[in-house]
């Protein structure tokens, strides 16, 4: 079974609007960490947000938050106010924290903001 | 401060030719992983470093690939006998340490003819 599944291959978003990038994951650690990674056409790949699985809270960063449902394994991205530089792929990742600190990514999602 | 840096970006070889993959982890940073990036098999886990610890080698898809890390901060992995099924890109990240965020290079892109 994947670890991490983002089913929307691509997604198209206006300007200015806000937009969800759907995330779900697999696993049995109690003790796991979600991030969500931006990689623009240049390549690098930038971190944008991280949630621990015991945060209480959902994670936010200046117009990213991260939309965590414990229970159904789910860490959705929700990008607000959306800018035409947060066309790029974006990618979901997930540590296990007893199986090793290497991350396992999902498949990504390529978003497209039109002007 | 500076982040994590990779060399060569782009490098294009022979079938058989041995090569050598640059990472200059972020300064201070004790965690160091090299990911691989293909359009068939997405984003992969190659290698984890930690400290003087023994490496996680637990993701190298062969004995061809191989990675050292030397004083504890410049790491090289290494890929002899490429195949073309190797073209890739190859990303290397770092974290101050255990379970923490990972930050990544621009990692070198290889084609293998």
């Known amino acids: 079974a994947q670890k991490i599944t983002q089913t929307q291959p691509g997604m198209f978003v206006q300007e200015k609007e806000a937009v969800t990038l759907d995330c779900t994951y697999d696993?049995?650690?109690?003790?796991?960490?979600l991030f969500w990674y931006k990689q623009p056409s240049s390549g690098e790949m930038i971190f944008l947000i991280y949630q621990g699985s015991y945060d209480q809270q959902n994670a936010t960063e200046g117009r990213y938050s991260l939309n965590f449902q414990k229970a159904r394994k789910s860490a959705n991205l929700v990008i607000s106010a959306s800018q035409l530089g947060d066309s790029a792929m974006y990618f979901c990742?997930?540590?296990?924290?007893?199986?090793?600190?290497?991350?396992?990514f999902g498949g990504g999602t390529r978003l497209m903001v039109k002007p | 401060g500076a982040g994590v840096s990779q060399s060569p970006s782009n490098k294009v070889t022979e079938k058989g030719k041995d090569v050598e993959l640059r990472c200059d982890p972020i300064s201070g940073h004790t965690a160091l992983y090299w990911y691989r990036q293909s359009l068939g098999q997405g984003l992969e886990f190659l290698i984890y470093f930690q400290g003087n610890s023994a490496p996680d080698k637990s993701g190298l898809p062969s004995d061809r690939f191989s990675a050292e890390r030397t004083g504890g901060s410049v790491s090289t992995l290494t890929i002899q006998r490429t195949q073309q099924e190797d073209s890739a890109v190859y990303l290397c990240?770092?974290?101050?340490?255990?379970?923490?965020?990972?930050?990544f290079g621009p990692g070198t892109r290889l084609l293998v003819l």
């Open positions: 990240a770092s974290s101050p340490g255990r379970e923490e965020t990972q930050y």
């Open positions: 990742a997930m540590r296990e924290n007893n199986a090793g600190n290497m991350l396992t």
């Open positions: 696993t049995s650690d109690p003790s796991y960490g």
